[in-house]
């Protein structure tokens, strides 16, 4: 893939990641916690359960997650009895023999929690939710600062069957800056630990665009992640979102790498990981060719979601735990943010909903495009003419009209039934699927909305 960088670096402006149509920006507490109920008590879908364990032990400066950071114990397994109690709740608010076929807990730092408190979460579920299939996928986000062989065999006991490591960059002077020091050792020991114990499907994760990084520093932080073999890599564009998140505000802006730096990294990326035997998946992962998720996009089954991309779609994903967000077809629903505000609805015997939005027909239409269009680099106009019973190029005028500039550079192409975007044109799917939201309007001239999509 060869690219003017300079000249795609005007395309640097903030957007969203699309990991929600509408995005987050549109949650608010005009979506009723009675409606939300509504919706759980009436879902038959299958279960995707997101289990939110929130606790840190220090920052990383980059991280966007929503975190608790704490060194103290007591507040880890006084969380834990809220969760239960949460559970509780939910299982009164929606039939829990639907079938469970994903299941993940991420943070925060998962394996903060010792392996008995992990194993007695994990009991609770599984007796709150007795219907796993046999073919879930149950997954865990780790650290590998913080892992354990006795962790380990809970997972293992436990049916987890995917494991994603936090990586990030494996330069020493990126790991200072951002504050999180991890060597490589530390890495592949966690890495084998998991192997050793039948981990099949093991994730890496990496971040470019973070303080310090130059081409040449993460070219050696691909040679070493490769050596790792993992069977997906997550190559995350850093959001540098310090109105949001004041830990980024540690960083020295004029280390942040260029966007056209930022381009040279990714371009890298995508040709060093294809000549080393990965397949790119979607905006920002990668795998090997006989991964599930790279079967899943020849036939147009990938999907987007919060966790990034999966093949478990129309599923009805369950937020359980603080800030933690689920979605139906029809609704995403948030908890709160805050601890105390978390306890006290679970003590009142509620359920610690606080914000969401319910989809509009126009939004609902929009989100099938906008995620087919982040899943597949592609539209398939005739199947969503006949799946939205809408006219494409009708309903769609104004956000065509826009593309059009992509067009005319050859970085999407329109035919009478696709809608294709280009190889190279793959680095700007962002800016590719705004003209298709309706909410972009509102959010144009405010540089305090998303990330830069470049
Ligand atoms: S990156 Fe992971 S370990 Fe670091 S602060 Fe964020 S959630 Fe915690």
């Keep these: 893939m060869s690219i003017d960088l ?18 987050a920006l549109e949650f608010s507490d005009d979506f009723k916690y009675e409606s939300y109920l509504k919706y759980l008590e009436e879902g038959k879908e299958r279960l995707s359960l997101y289990v939110h364990l929130p606790f840190c032990r220090s920052a990383c400066y980059f991280c966007g997650c929503n975190v608790v950071f704490t060194s103290k114990e007591n507040k880890l ?40 408190e992990l194993d007695a979460i994990m009991d609770y579920i599984k007796k709150a939710f007795p219907n796993f299939s046999s073919e879930a996928e149950i997954s865990v986000e780790i650290d590998p600062r913080f892992f354990n062989e006795e ?33 490589y050792e530390l890495t592949k020991a966690a890495v084998d630990l998991a192997r050793s114990y039948g981990i099949n499907s093991i994730n890496t994760d990496l971040i470019y665009g973070l303080p310090y990084q130059s081409l040449e520093s993460f070219q050696e932080t691909l040679k070493k992640i490769v050596t790792l073999n993992p ?25 942040i790498p260029s966007p056209a730096t930022k381009l040279a ?18 905006m920002d992962h990668f795998a090997k060719p006989e991964d599930e998720l790279f079967g899943a996009i020849e036939k147009g089954e990938l999907h987007r979601n919060f966790q990034g991309y999966t093949t478990k779609g129309g599923a009805n994903l369950i937020g359980i735990g603080l800030t933690s967000i689920g979605e139906g077809a029809r609704y995403y ?13 679970i003590e009142s015997g509620k359920l610690p909903f606080e914000r969401g939005v319910e989809l509009s027909e126009d939004d609902y239409i929009r989100k099938q495009v906008i995620m087919e269009l982040m899943a597949n680099f592609s539209i398939d106009i005739k199947r969503v003419e006949s799946e939205l019973g809408i006219n494409f190029k ?26 294709k975007v280009s190889e190279t044109g793959t680095l700007l799917i962002r800016n590719i699927a705004m003209p298709f939201d309706a909410y972009m309007q509102k959010y144009m001239g405010s540089k305090k909305s998303f990330s830069k999509t470049v």
Excluded: C
């Excluded at 969380?79 to 991420?106: M, N």
């Design 151 to 183: 962790q380990m065999k809970v997972f293992k006991s436990h049916g987890f069957n995917r494991i994603s490591f936090g990586v990030q960059d494996f330069d020493a002077k990126v790991q200072e800056a951002v504050h999180r020091v991890q060597p």
């Design 394 to 419: 009708e309903y769609f005028a104004d956000s065509l009209e826009s593309l059009n500039e992509f067009i005319e550079e050859g970085l999407v192409t329109l035919s009478e039934d696709k809608l």
């Design 265 to 282: 990294i990714f371009q890298y990326t995508i040709d060093f990981l294809t000549e080393n035997g990965y397949k790119m998946i979607g």
């Design 333 to 345: 629903a948030q908890n709160t943010k805050d601890m105390k505000a978390y306890e006290d609805a």
């Design 77 to 116: 397994s006084r969380y834990v009895e809220y969760l239960k109690k949460e559970i509780d709740i939910l299982a009164s608010h929606l039939d829990t023999s639907r079938e469970v076929i994903q299941f993940h807990f991420g943070g925060g730092t998962p394996t903060y929690y010792s392996a008995y």
């Design 6 to 23: 300079e000249q795609f670096s005007k395309y640097s402006k903030p957007g969203p990641r699309y990991t929600s149509y509408p995005t």
């Design 231 to 255: 069977d997906r890599l997550a190559v995350f564009n850093y959001a540098h979102v310090p109105w949001l998140k004041k830990t980024m505000r540690k960083f020295d802006e004029t280390t």
